[in-house]
């Protein structure tokens, strides 16, 4: 996604890298089905804090962590760095609820998906 109109990529797509971010972290591990899962995550919260901005054609560097693990939802945070630059030119979370695919109700992390993001929780609370 090339540069807008004002020199540099338009804040909505951040987003779009957010959930790169996390989707190729996702199947890469190979917890990840995203045409026959049983379970599926769906955003219910987004947000991103802008420092700097990227511009075409920038390299685009992403460091994600899991904040939060619970039973059937995940708090990813995931900082967005430009070039070799150790700081942020953005950074946000947001939040999956995994459901069943078919009935759209909470369902529980399967294991293989827990252990995956077991590896990257960085400060866990309870809150």
Known sequence: MDNDVYGHVNNVVYYSYFDTVVNTYLIRAGVLDIEAGATIGLVIETQCNYFSSLSFPDTVVAGLRVARLGNSSVRYEVGLFRNDEDVAAAQGHFVH????????????????????????????SDK
Request: hydrophobic fraction near 40%; charge should be neutral.
């Open 97 to 124: 609820v995994y459901v069943d695919r078919e009935t759209r109700r909470p369902a529980p992390l399967p294991q293989p998906l827990r252990d995956a993001l077991e590896a990257l929780v960085v400060g866990q």
